[in-house]
């Protein structure tokens, strides 16, 4: 058996490697890339690059920018959220700071106030009493106006951290968003389907899966470019945000694969929904935006299953992808459920 830096180093060569062979820049995020591709750890990832070693063609440096934005990349939300938490801590310090200089200022007029009572109970000449009279009256201002100014400097630090909660929030969100298509990602599908899982098992209550594969995609992108294929991944990813409820779930789910979770619904029902949405993808045009030329028609396939109790997410997703095996393998742009006799007759998912 291998140890660590031995397996280190063989991902490391073979990512080299394919980088050399490719002709892509040996940047250290495409070497991430390929290490991490090299080490099978990401099963996503390995599969959209074996499909494109397995085509003949080397992947391009748009190709494995693309990979890089949907797998790897995540550093402009940590980049912002360490701002943001930046900002917060450094409120907070001000606050603290602010708070110990209002003790300080606090302590100091009860140790003068302490000396002037005093002070007041030994006299019996007027003119000191009054003059004593009027230091206690300057003071007392001076810690009233102390303690306003106190107060607007909370008040300003609790609005500021607000707003900072507000944006930490905004970039969390962000973070379970794809960027291309403004639906879910794969990290917001997989908490969102577990906790589903775990609410329909406690609760009887339904719950259904659909999986999503554009027909035919590699073509928009073969013959009319990756920006036209991003058109496609936008128009499929805006229709199924539009066709589904508050309490669904549409996520990318990698690639050119898309999901719908859809609690509170039976198989029957989800099949009717994932018809509707063909139906409604199906029906449009597709035009290539710089000439307005017409590029055809889109179509998808899709699988659906419903939870069984015991299932986890896992046994869920792999018995809808079955489902959207049997709809491509049986002439795509078509809606499967498991309960159809073809679901059957699929072996295993490829």
């Known amino acids: 058996m291998q140890n660590n830096d031995e397996l280190i180093e063989k991902y490391s060569k073979r990512a080299i490697g394919i980088l050399k062979r490719s002709g892509i820049p040996a940047y250290p995020k495409f070497y991430d890339l390929f290490y991490t591709y090299a080490s099978g ?21 748009q190709f494995v920018e693309a990979l890089y934005s949907e797998f790897l990349s995540s550093k402009g939300v940590e980049d912002r959220l360490s701002a943001v938490t930046d900002e917060i801590l450094g409120t ?19 140790e003068m106030l302490d000396n002037v009572i005093g002070d007041l109970s030994e006299q019996s000449d007027q003119k000191a009493i009054s003059q004593l009279t009027i230091k206690l009256i300057k ?11 106190l107060k607007d400097e909370l008040a ?30 794969r990290k917001s599908f997989d908490r969102f389907l577990a906790n589903a899982v ?20 590699k ?27 508050e309490s669904d779930l549409a996520a990318r789910y990698g690639g ?11 198989l029957e029902h989800a099949i009717k929904v994932a018809e509707k949405i063909r139906n409604i993808i199906k029906d449009r045009k597709l035009y290539k935006r710089s000439t307005n030329e017409n590029l055809g028609r889109i179509t998808i396939s ?14 869920l997703v792999e018995r809808a992808d079955r489902c959207l095996y049997a709809a491509k393998h049986n002439g795509r742009n078509r809606v499967i459920g498991e309960d159809n006799p073809l679901v059957k007759k699929i072996k295993k998912v490829a």
């Open 219 to 245: 073509k928009f992108n073969d013959l009319w470019g990756h920006q036209t294929g991003d058109q496609v991944l936008r128009l499929v990813g805006s229709t199924l945000r539009s066709g589904t409820r």
């Open 256 to 266: 050119e694969e898309f999901a719908l979770v859809l609690p509170d619904t039976n």
């Open 139 to 149: 003071m007392t201002k001076e810690m009233q106006h102390a303690n306003e100014k």
């Open 198 to 217: 775990t609410n329909a098992e406690e609760s009887g209550e339904p719950l259904s899966l659909v999986m999503i594969d554009i027909d035919h995609f």
């Open 92 to 110: 907070i310090a001000k606050v603290h700071t602010t708070i110990d200089s209002a003790k300080s200022n606090s302590d100091n007029y009860s």
């Open 41 to 61: 750890t990401n099963f996503e990832l390995n599969r959209k690059l074996n499909e494109k070693f397995a085509s003949g063609i080397c992947p391009d440096l």
């Open 156 to 185: 300003t630090a609790k609005s500021n951290i607000s707003s900072l909660k507000d944006e930490v929030d905004q970039v969390r969100q962000e973070a379970l968003r794809d960027p291309l298509t403004k639906i879910d990602n």
């Open 302 to 315: 899709a699988g659906v299953a419903t939870f069984r109790s015991g299932d986890s997410s896992e046994s």
